[in-house]
């Protein structure tokens, strides 16, 4: 069996510097945004008491993932790194206006920035991938990842208390404040890191609609990678179709429906731990089997789940905590290491596209399936899908270890 090329570059101080750097801004940067994307809808709902106004925020935040694809070829037409900087600065500064929110008749600012803030996500998730391919070297890049996610399952956790007892304390404008510090310390922790910051190479004349594609067409082209990414979808959209069915499995265990918060407490933990080791067991399993074992899990928490039983259930949310940050991390670090360092972009907001564009209609079949089934159908049912989905990769999972890291021309800026 091959051994990736990029196992043979040793991490440099500089690699690790550039690790700090970027994870303390990440670490800053998702709690802020968290905590004021949580108080935008109870800032909305406190001044129209309209719970339909408020709903609009997220709609607000996830309208442009539609232009994934764009923002993929954008972040492999520019320096990366300044791209990210820039966003940055522009965040920080659009958080300001919100200090003008006195009534309902200036929601709409709340709703243009919430806007900017789900065109930024769009934004800077290819161009984070692209960085981080070029940037770092694969041991370290996966230990990255890794921590990155876990700090964003962090924040899901601790950023939506904050923000709301802050927004209970001092008010909206408060948190706005915050989310804009925060910006800042990004913005001077992505400056400097130690990067050759060029734009990729753009190709030859080549047709507008092939150059926005181009990424779905690596994709398909890479057999292992169109594999994982394949089968980590249909484990995804699972998870979207069961996210209903957890309301009434608080039910069946006799509990409140207030006590789902214990089960996302369990998910969020089991999230972190996953995230935080996944790069062990990256290396020695490679991503294929890593995948595999995601979905493994993600069938056996359906199981315990569809006990009804509430500490079997319980058991099972921690071990379903391991499933999704273990199939997009398997992804992710595959679509890293085979794509070449001007696709990044397309490959990274492809990837994004199609491991979560599904979740919305499948939680709305989601939604209509609990109306004619129980839950421990649709677990049961999830389990299955999920481990016929784990045994199909098995059987392709050594071939993912396979190949060259072909994110090759690692650039570093010289040291001042």
């Not at 207030?258 to 790069?279: E, R």
């Not at 990256?282 to 995948?291: D, F, I, K, N």
Request: contains cysteine.
């Amino acid at each position: 069996m091959a051994v990736s090329e990029a196992h043979t570059v040793t991490e440099s101080p500089a690699d690790r510097r550039n690790a700090r750097l970027y994870l303390t801004g990440l670490g800053c940067s998702v709690i802020g945004s968290m905590a004021l994307s949580l108080v935008a809808g109870i800032w909305v709902k406190s001044l129209t008491g309209s719970s339909s106004a408020a709903g609009l925020v997220s709609a607000c935040i996830y309208l442009p993932s539609l232009f994934g694809p764009l923002a993929g070829m954008a972040a492999d037409r520019v320096a990366r790194r300044r791209l990210l900087v820039w966003l940055s600065v522009v965040s920080a500064v659009a958080d300001l206006p919100l200090l003008a929110v006195r009534s309902a008749a200036w929601t709409w600012i709340i709703f243009c920035v919430m806007t900017w803030y789900g065109t930024q996500l769009v934004l800077s998730g290819p161009a984070e991938n692209a960085l981080f391919a070029e940037m770092l070297p694969q041991d370290l890049r996966q230990r990255v990842n890794g921590w990155r996610l876990g700090l964003q399952e962090s924040g899901r956790l601790v950023a939506p208390l904050a923000g709301a007892g802050l927004f209970a304390l001092a008010g909206g404008g408060a948190v706005a404040l915050v989310d804009a510090a925060t910006f800042v310390v990004a913005t001077v922790a992505t400056a400097r890191l130690r990067v050759l910051d060029e734009a990729p190479q753009r190709p030859e004349r080549t047709r507008w609609q092939a150059d926005l594609l181009a990424g779905y067409a690596h994709i398909r082209r890479t057999t292992a990678l169109a594999t994982v990414l394949g089968a980590g979808a249909v484990v995804m959209a699972l998870s979207g179709a069961l996210v209903a069915a957890q309301y009434s499995l608080v039910q069946g265990t006799g509990e409140p429906p207030a006590f789902l918060g214990v089960f996302s407490a369990c998910l969020g933990g089991g999230s972190i731990v996953a995230s935080l080791v996944s790069s062990r067991v990256l290396r020695r399993v490679g991503e294929g089997w890593l995948a595999v074992f995601g979905m493994a899990d993600f069938a056996a928490g359906s199981a315990l789940r569809a006990t009804g039983m509430l500490w079997w259930a319980l058991a099972g949310t921690v071990v379903l905590g391991f499933a999704l940050p273990w199939v997009f991390l398997a992804v992710i670090n595959l679509a890293q290491r085979v794509t070449p360092t001007e696709l990044q972009g397309r490959v990274s907001a492809a990837v994004t596209l199609v491991m979560f564009g599904p979740q919305a209609p499948m939680q709305a079949m989601g939604s209509l399936a609990i109306r004619y089934g129980t839950f421990r159908q649709l677990f049961v049912g999830g389990a299955i899908v999920a481990l016929a989905c784990a045994a199909y990769l098995a059987r392709r999972a050594g071939d993912c270890r396979t190949g060259p890291d072909s994110s090759r021309g690692r650039r570093q800026r010289p040291a001042a």
